[in-house]
């Protein structure tokens, strides 16, 4: 699995849109992961932070599409306001505890993610929602 996966801050769903083609570069605040499923993972994260069901959360369109066609070529889709305010509000230790959870549920998949690289991936992309959110915008995620 070869997978770009960037969360940058965005005003607007406008904006975040025009980072298809390209990513959203230096005129966005990111972060740059690779190698997870981003649109799997926040589904995960929204349950285990927000005890959400993973069914329903797909049901109800989560994650967001904001420009692109999932399966093909790049994509951008948007963080829910539920899981942001949830990544806000968590502290590290829970922080770090819905990362551990996240690496479980992966490895039952088959799918190995380091607990460490988790905690990481998990706890910057709290400290990203938290910046956007005192500049009243919102964070997108990026796929190639």
Request: with cysteine; hydrophobic share 45%.
């Amino acid at each position: 699995m070869s997978i770009i996966v960037r969360f940058f801050v965005a005003p607007d769903d406008t904006s975040a849109s025009l980072a298809l083609q390209t990513g959203p570069g230096r005129a966005f605040e990111s972060l740059s992961f690779g190698n997870f499923d981003p649109e799997e993972a926040v589904v995960e994260w929204e349950c285990l932070l927000a005890d959400g069901s993973f069914e329903d959360l797909v049901e109800a369109g989560e994650p967001r599409i904001i420009a692109g066609l999932d399966d093909e070529g790049c994509v951008v889709f948007a963080i829910s306001p539920r899981l942001s305010s949830a990544l806000a509000e968590a502290t590290h230790s829970r922080l770090s505890d819905v990362a551990a959870s996240w690496t479980q549920l992966r490895a039952e998949d088959g799918e190995v993610i380091d607990t460490e690289i988790a905690d990481v991936i998990v706890g910057d992309l709290a400290a990203l929602v938290t910046s956007a959110r005192r500049q009243n915008q919102s964070v997108y995620c990026w796929v190639a």
